[in-house]
């Protein structure tokens, strides 16, 4: 009994460039996924002077920065203050603590561990402080998060160098990783 094979032809095309296709499309789709849905890196850029030495940042928004400054001069700190948004007129935070001033009544301070909140404390040329402040959210609150999220925002200093006026600076562009 002999059998008729005349499908056979096109049911091999069929099954080899079918299965060539679907590699091909998951090996798209496994791209696709790494590509496009990697999470940000924790990263800090900080501008001439300035060195970002740690950032984190805890659940509860406040943010733990270790920044190191070479400019020259001692400088005096004033205030400091994070937000996730820079002001859309002047190079200050937008919520938060505006004028990254030290009233304390405008901004609270998250620890009142001796020598961490920042009015009148003095940062040396090539040496390095540590800062915690609350990080603000587009929405003017404290910018809370959990484990699995990133948090992207600035970080200001208002600081006297002594003899001349005041000054604030955007001295870190971050992201970092809540924990």
Same mark, same amino acid.
């Given at each position: 009994?002999?059998?008729?094979?005349?499908?056979?032809?096109?049911?091999?095309?069929?099954?080899?460039?079918?299965?060539?296709?679907?590699?091909?499309?998951?090996?798209?789709?496994?791209?696709?996924?790494?590509?496009?849905? =990697? @999470?940000? /890196?924790? $990263?800090?850029?900080? !501008? +001439? #002077?300035?060195?970002?030495?740690?950032?984190?940042?805890?659940?509860?928004?406040?943010?733990?920065?270790?920044?190191?400054?070479?400019?020259?001069?001692?400088?005096?700190?004033?205030?400091?203050?994070?937000?996730?948004?820079?002001?859309?007129?002047?190079?200050?935070?937008?919520?938060?603590?505006?004028?990254?001033?030290?009233?304390?009544?405008?901004?609270? =301070? @998250?620890? /009142?561990? $001796?020598?961490?909140? !920042? +009015? #009148?404390?003095?940062?040396?040329?090539?040496?390095?402080?540590?800062?915690?402040?609350?990080?603000?959210?587009?929405?003017?609150?404290?910018?809370?998060?959990?484990?699995?999220?990133?948090?992207?925002?600035?970080?200001?200093?208002?600081?006297?160098?002594?003899?001349?006026?005041?000054?604030?600076?955007?001295?870190?562009?971050?992201?970092?990783?809540?924990?």
């Amino acid at each position: 009994m002999q059998r008729n094979l005349k499908l056979q032809p096109a049911v091999d095309f069929l099954s080899s460039y079918g299965m060539a296709i679907i590699i091909i499309s998951v090996a798209f789709i496994a791209v696709y996924g790494i590509a496009f849905n =990697q @999470p940000n /890196t924790p $990263s800090c850029t900080a !501008p +001439p #002077g300035f060195a970002c030495d740690f950032m984190a940042i805890n659940s509860s928004g406040v943010l733990t920065a270790r920044i190191s400054q070479a400019i020259g001069s001692e400088i005096v700190i004033n205030g400091a203050a994070c937000a996730e948004q820079q002001n859309a007129s002047t190079d200050a935070p937008a919520d938060g603590n505006p004028s990254v001033g030290n009233n304390i009544a405008t901004y609270p =301070q @998250p620890y /009142t561990i $001796s020598g961490h909140y !920042p +009015p #009148g404390n003095i940062m040396y040329s090539s040496s390095t402080y540590i800062f915690y402040v609350y990080c603000y959210d587009v929405n003017g609150g404290i910018a809370k998060g959990s484990a699995d999220q990133q948090f992207t925002g600035y970080l200001w200093l208002n600081y006297t160098v002594p003899g001349y006026k005041y000054q604030v600076q955007k001295v870190a562009v971050f992201t970092a990783e809540y924990s």
